[in-house]
């Protein structure tokens, strides 16, 4: 395990947290991939081009995909860009399919790992399925409203939204060792090893290197502990939105499991009374989370390279309550990004 507090307290930085072969141990400037933290970035853009007047979050998603969300039930012209980022457009989440699943997350990875995805053939893929629930009546954890909402960012700026991402945080902010792979397989140094398990039964092995365009703008990013400290607290205080934005991202929506979801960003309150903010990532080899204080006073992040329940680390971490819950900060087990 790999992790920091920002208040220089309860930090854990040094080996992993589990029993698993390394060439060394882990340090506090290894990279690792971080998973749906990623659709947090995402959604900072789209606010910041809401500022700029480029689109409305309030634009249906047809207005600028024409035609990409479409069948078995699916409508781009009742989907707003809002409901992509809040989860509640009702779209159907490409990991939940079948196929894709023995492809990305079972015996099949081994042969599909470095295969590259584009955004549209994930969509494709999800629209293949009915919606979960008519557009803004519930909310669903979905990977594909992010695929999408990368798109909304190319179709807005004509740039990719790796590069929008790139301009509009990652560089203002300093963000050296955070980086937007593409299809790179391979990690950039330094970095640990990162192992998966396929099968209750099934051995540890080195799943490091993968496509990750599998996960795309819905979970593909890479950083470290310190970077993700760093814009979760910009985020939070302040220094990337202004007042009307941070509104809309801190505006939330009910998940029916005891917590809140706004735009690319979750509120979970904790045992203590103290509610903290921000995402977790599930992707190959590496569990994630960055969360803080609402004023971005104290942030903490960590890693753990295999798969891993992250939810008793706030508890313990912010009100001194270690191992009191196993739940999931963000959405489903099953939510792979």
């Avoid at 024409?66 to 457009?89: A, I, K």
């Avoid at 890479?222 to 990337?240: E, M, Q």
């Avoid at 992707?283 to 960055?290: A, P």
């Amino acid at each position: 395990m790999a992790g920091s507090d920002s208040t220089g307290m309860g930090v854990v930085n040094g080996a992993p947290a589990f029993s698993v072969p390394t060439e060394r141990p882990r340090v506090r400037p290894d990279r690792f991939r971080i998973g749906s933290i990623t659709k947090t970035f995402v959604a900072t853009v789209l606010l910041r081009l809401q500022e700029e007047g480029r689109l409305d979050l309030d634009d249906s998603v047809e207005r600028w995909l024409p035609g990409l969300v479409r069948g078995h039930g699916h409508d781009g012209r009742e989907v707003t860009v809002r409901q992509l980022l809040n989860h509640t457009s009702g779209i159907y989440d490409v990991t939940s399919d079948l196929e894709f699943q023995e492809k990305v997350f079972k015996s099949g990875f081994f042969e599909h790992r470095y295969d590259t995805w584009t955004p549209e053939q994930l969509v494709a893929i999800a629209m293949e399925h009915e919606p979960v629930f008519a557009p803004g009546t519930d909310w669903s954890y979905s990977n594909t409203n992010y695929v999408l909402a990368g798109l909304v960012i190319e179709a807005v700026t004509g740039h990719s939204y790796a590069d929008e991402v790139e301009r509009r945080v990652i560089e203002p902010l300093g963000l050296r060792s955070t980086v937007v792979p593409g299809t790179r397989a391979t990690m950039p140094p330094p970095h640990g090893r990162a192992y998966e398990r396929f099968g209750s039964e099934g051995e540890l092995v080195d799943v490091t290197e993968i496509n990750p365009s599998v996960a795309g703008a819905a979970g593909e990013m890479i950083s470290t502990v310190d970077d993700l400290n760093r814009f979760l607290r910009a985020l939070l205080d302040g220094r990337l939105l202004s007042e009307e934005s941070m509104a809309e991202l801190l505006s939330t929506v009910p998940t029916g499991e005891g917590d809140r979801y706004g735009l690319g960003i979750q509120a979970r309150p904790l045992s203590c009374g103290v509610t903290v903010w921000g995402h977790s990532g599930g992707i190959h080899g590496s569990t994630s989370l960055v969360v803080s204080t609402r004023n971005g006073s104290r942030t903490m992040a960590y890693n753990v390279n295999t798969s891993a329940s992250t939810g008793s680390v706030p508890e313990a971490e912010f009100c001194g309550k270690p191992g009191k819950s196993e739940k999931e900060f963000t959405g489903p087990r099953t939510e792979r990004w």
